[in-house]
Structure formats: structure tokens, C-alpha cells
């Protein structure tokens, strides 16, 4: 059995779920691919995740309600030593590659992190990811009877919901989590969210100013209903927040128009956004490396340029 644990937020599955289930099928591993389903009131979640997979089981308890690395990981290592598993994929999430390790280590099996590509190799496991800041795409092998996987986001194509899997409810034994949370703030905003978004405006340093980022960035990207990315420097700056980077450090989007506002083209940067279908640079340095990657640039100034995009967009 092939485990995929699902992600999900706000009641709905998350992209990389189907992301993982295209990366099982390509892997060439055998036997049925089953996604767990871990949290609570996720009815919903489940739902749709039996849309993509044979078969789903369902870990709805009370006490999942809120993340917990230790709890998570007690939960996936059962499910995969009940149902045999032989090959778990995480997602490369912040949580994933918290709890991944623990799995790993229960389970006594080799773990493949962040992994871009997936194959078999004889009984082998054989996978690529980065290295190196992205230069460098190293290959790298486990042969085991059990073996973890986490999945970068954002690489692999998603897989469609075409299946009609069935689910069925499973009993945990969970120790207590070692962690209360007693209270919890969530970022309200009706714009899509980055990794979902079919259009994403990311801003660099070159925009000149956290003013001129909300105006010109936020305002290209709502007029648009496309989602906010922002470049390393931007985040490190103080600017804006970590969710937003995009980058070897930070979230790999491929979305079918990715549009680069003020953007240099760092090789750290172009690993996170590389594999979208088409990418519009906008930089008044006409060497930018951005350029060497766009299908359409233009060299000029982001001040002059995005306002009138801007207009143009909310006239239609």
C-alpha cells in the first residue's frame, strides 16, 4: 500500500494532496494508493479526497483538531503499520517536514525529503530533489521494505478527482499532545491563496517600498483576482510576511501566468517559480537573469508601467 497523508486547511483539501497522489502513480510502486485523513469535523476534506485515490481512511477525533508534530506522528506510523504500507508520502509542508522525521524514525525507515521526482528502480526507491541553492539536482536512492517520502509542493502536475474511492473510519490510539494551543489568529483576506492561485504577482526589491509594494503588487494582484508572492529580500526586509516568499526557501508555485514585478531573477527564486506555464518580468535592468527565464519581459520602470495595468484591468 502507498499511504498519502492529506493536507488540508479551512475545510478543504489542500493542492498538494493531489500533487502526491500524481507523484504515487508515478513512482511504479505497487499495490493501491490510500490517503489518511487526519483531523476534526473533516467530513468535507474526506470527501474529496476520495475523489482521488481507491480508498480513504478517515481519523475524525477531537483531539486532532489542532496540529500537533507528536500526535500527527503517532497517528501515520499506525495507520502505515496496520495497513502494511511500504511507501508513505508527506507533504513538504512546514508540518510535514516536522513530523516526516518522526515517522521515519518509528517506522525504522530511510526518509526522502523534498523530493521533485519519483521512480522505481529494481526494489528501490529512487528519487531526485535540490541542492546546492537549487544549482544542483541530486539523485538519491533507498531500498527498504518501508520507505518515507516528502513531497515538495508545487512541482508535480495534480492529479484530477475522477475516482469514487470508498472511505472508511479508523480507531487511533494517540498519546496527548505535549503542546496546548489556547489561542490561534488567522490572516483574513479574500484574495486566493498563493499555492492555489492560477495567477501569481510577485514583487522584489526593485518596487521600491513596502507603499509602493501594496500599491503596485497587491493592486496588480487584486485587480487581476491573482495571489501575492514576494521575493527573499522583500521577506527579509520586514516588508512582508514568510507565507508570501517564493523561492528555493520558500513556497514553488507553477501557475499558468506567473508576472514578476521589480523581480532580478536570483537562481534561489527561479527554483520556486521556474515551471510556470508563462512568466511576464517587469525590471527597468534590461541584464536582469529574470529575462533570460520570461516568455514576455519589459524593460522599464514598475512605477510607470503597473499603474497603468492596473487601470486597464479594472476598466474590463
Known amino acids: 500500500m502507498i499511504l498519502i497523508v492529506a493536507e488540508h486547511s479551512n475545510g478543504k483539501l489542500s493542492k498538494s494532496t493531489a500533487e502526491m497522489v500524481t507523484a504515487a502513480r508515478e513512482s511504479g510502486r505497487e499495490g493501491p494508493i490510500t490517503i489518511l485523513v487526519l483531523g476534526a469535523g473533516i467530513e468535507a476534506v474526506a470527501n474529496e479526497a476520495s475523489k482521488l485515490a481507491e480508498q480513504v481512511l478517515v481519523g475524525d477525533v477531537a483531539s486532532l483538531a489542532q496540529y500537533d508534530a507528536t500526535v500527527w ?4 506510523t499506525q495507520i502505515a503499520r496496520e495497513g502494511e504500507a511500504h511507501t508513505i508520502l508527506i507533504g513538504g509542508s512546514r508540518s510535514g517536514r516536522e513530523y516526516s522525521p518522526r515517522v521515519a524514525v518509528k517506522l525504522d525507515a530511510p526518509l526522502l525529503e523534498d523530493v521533485i521526482s519519483l521512480k522505481s528502480a529494481g526494489s528501490a526507491l529512487q528519487a531526485q530533489r535540490y541542492t546546492f541553492l537549487a544549482r544542483v539536482t541530486e539523485t538519491v536512492e533507498a531500498d527498504a521494505p518501508v520507505i518515507v517520502v516528502t513531497v515538495k509542493p508545487g512541482i508535480f502536475t495534480p492529479a484530477q478527482p475522477e475516482m469514487n474511492g470508498e472511505q ?3 480507531e487511533l490510539e494517540l498519546p496527548q499532545p505535549r503542546v496546548a494551543v489556547t489561542g490561534k489568529s488567522v490572516e483574513k483576506t479574500s ?3 498563493l ?12 518596487v521600491g517600498s513596502p507603499e509602493n509594494f501594496a500599491t503596485l503588487v497587491e493592486g496588480l494582484a487584486d485587480s487581476i483576482g491573482g495571489g501575492v508572492g514576494a521575493t ?7 516588508w512582508r510576511p514568510y507565507s508570501e516568499q517564493v523561492g528555493q526557501t520558500g513556497k514553488t508555485v507553477q501557475p499558468k501566468a506567473y508576472i514578476a514585478l521589480g523581480v532580478s531573477g536570483a537562481v534561489q527564486h527561479l527554483s520556486g517559480m521556474g515551471k510556470s506555464k508563462f512568466i511576464v518580468a517587469i525590471n527597468k535592468d534590461a541584464e536582469a537573469p ?6 514576455y519581459g519589459i524593460v522599464g520602470d514598475v512605477n510607470e508601467i503597473v499603474p497603468a495595468l492596473i487601470e486597464q484591468a479594472r476598466n474590463k
Do not use: L, Q, S
Not at 506522528?73 to 501515520?76: E, G, H, L
Not at 527573499?232 to 520586514?238: K, N, P, T
Not at 529574470?290 to 516568455?295: M, R
Open 73 to 76: 506522528a503517532a497517528a501515520v
Open 168 to 170: 472508511y473510519d479508523v
Open 191 to 193: 484574495r486566493v491563496p
Open 195 to 206: 499555492a492555489e492561485a492560477d495567477v501569481v504577482v510577485t514583487g522584489g526589491r526593485g
Open 232 to 238: 527573499r529580500a522583500v521577506v527579509d526586509a520586514g
Open 290 to 295: 529574470i529575462f533570460k527565464v520570461a516568455d
